[in-house]
């Protein structure tokens, strides 16, 4: 396996506690998964500021002292100077990496200030995974009144079409540009997207959108993310939940979010759905695992919001939106199953 990290610019994470734990976070994810198997990793980091690339390397060496020496042997860390495109491309092409298993991270400064193009190039590669980064306040803040920004945002989305986010009502805004962007994930070759939306105490937004061409890389990336140390401070929100009900960081989290929006996909079905549907479903278009989701219709029909054809919950199982009891005065409990 080889794992690659591209930074356009060394900067703290948005949202991390301790700034100075973030730039040797790779290498120290790396070497916990290596612990755990037999594999040899490669990390990769590009940035075009040599007094950062010193920085780096001095990071790196002080993280790599802390692990063992079988350790330190199975992980490589190449850490290169140059704008990341096409150095990163021109990196990959040299150590022939392209076409191996890849994690590419592309960290934004802003932005999103990714080349469509660079993400063209990765996704001719079916084994290649990209997560890219990017604060949506950005575009919607600077961009309609400033050529360049309004350029860049161009060649990151690989079109126009993003552009009309500048005619849509605030409250629309950073919806659009998330999908627009998983339009643009999309349209360079990663045929599955996940997004996730990261508040931090202040409210600020990044989202964070990977895409593959395996639904399994989905699965292990939802793992991954729900096992994301809880002290950074950094809650999820599922932006198909109507509530926008904040996800504290747990393995096994509030499955509310999950039922509301399980319910409403059943409800759009006359004669319902199969719970190998639901989950499929909760795969591609959740931040939620399809394990958790037979618990999810059992407590949906637990509160008599769905029925299930046979009892037994198994992927075969029909799932029906229960049908309306006949209203015989005002009640103020319907809510409370939610």
Not at 217 to 229: Q, R
Request: hydrophobic share 35%; charged share 30%; glycine share 6%.
């Amino acid at each position: 396996m080889t794992i690659n990290r591209s930074l356009g610019k060394v900067r703290p994470p948005l949202f991390a506690k301790h700034p100075s734990r973030g730039r040797s976070t790779s290498l120290e994810h790396c070497s916990r998964a290596l612990h755990r198997f037999p594999k040899r990793m490669r990390l990769i980091l590009m940035e075009e500021d040599h007094r950062r690339v010193e920085e780096l390397q001095r990071q790196m060496t002080l993280a790599q002292s802390r692990h063992a020496d079988d350790i330190t042997a199975r992980l490589s860390v190449d850490i290169g100077q140059g704008d990341f495109h096409p150095a990163l491309l021109s990196k990959l092409q040299s150590t022939g990496r392209l076409g191996k298993p890849l994690f590419v991270l592309l960290d934004s400064f802003g932005g999103p200030d990714i080349p469509y193009s660079l993400l063209h190039e990765l996704g001719r590669y079916r084994s290649t995974e990209v997560m890219v980064t990017f604060e949506p306040a950005f575009l919607t803040r600077f961009a309609e009144r400033h050529d360049g920004h309004r350029q860049l945002g161009d060649e990151a989305f690989g079109s126009q079409e993003w552009q009309d986010v500048f005619r849509q009502p605030s409250s629309h805004k950073f919806t659009f540009l998330r999908e627009q962007y998983r339009a643009t994930l999309r349209q360079a070759g990663f045929t599955h997207t996940l997004y996730f939306e990261m508040v931090d105490e202040g409210g600020r937004k990044l989202y964070l959108i990977f895409g593959t061409q395996h639904e399994r890389g989905l699965e292990k990336m939802k793992d991954a993310m729900w096992k994301v140390d809880p002290s950074y401070g950094v809650r999820y929100r599922d932006p198909r939940d109507a509530e926008q009900q904040m996800l504290d960081l747990e393995f096994e989290p509030d499955t509310a979010p999950l039922r509301r929006i399980l319910h409403d996909f059943i409800s759009e079905a006359p004669n319902g759905r199969s719970v190998a549907e639901l989950q499929r479903y909760t795969l591609l278009e959740t931040v939620y695992r399809p394990a958790q989701v037979i618990t999810a219709v059992r407590q949906l029909r637990e509160s008599g919001a769905v029925t299930t054809e046979p009892r037994a919950i198994n992927t075969k199982t029909r799932v029906s939106t229960a049908p309306k009891p006949r209203q015989t005065g005002p009640s103020g409990e319907q809510g409370a199953l939610w």
